[in-house]
Nanobody, 121 residues
């Protein structure tokens, strides 16, 4: 079992920044992969950032250049630095590990409880 606990969400104005943290109950330099998803009301959950097993990071086009995903292996913590926030970034943000993707669907994995990000215009 892997436990994930997010923190750092909140309310900001457009153009502002937030840093989300995810405390992970295993070594973040383990062989698993990790990332961040978000889900807005009445919308599907979407992946916004991914750290692969080799440390490579990838981002959704909608956040590329604004969001940065990183990990502090000494603290077993995953971060999502969000700059230049827009109202459309408003969502519940989830930290996740070891999910699988099949046919466009996300299957399994370990998930945090989520942290709300609200961006006002």
């Amino acid at each position: 079992q892997v436990q994930l606990v997010e923190s750092g969400g909140g309310s900001v104005q457009a153009g502002g920044s937030l840093r989300l943290s995810c405390a992970v109950s295993r070594d973040t330099d383990s062989r698993g992969h990790m990332g961040w998803f978000r889900q807005a009301p009445d919308a599907e959950r979407v992946k916004v950032a991914h750290i692969a097993r080799d440390g490579t990071t990838t981002y959704a086009d909608s956040v590329k250049g604004r969001f940065t995903c990183s990990s502090d292996n000494a603290k077993n913590t995953l971060y999502l630095q969000m700059n230049g926030l827009k109202p459309e970034d408003t969502a519940m943000y989830y930290c996740a590990a070891d999910w699988r993707e099949y046919g466009g669907s996300v299957i399994g994995g370990y998930w945090g409880q989520g942290t709300q990000v609200t961006v006002s215009s």
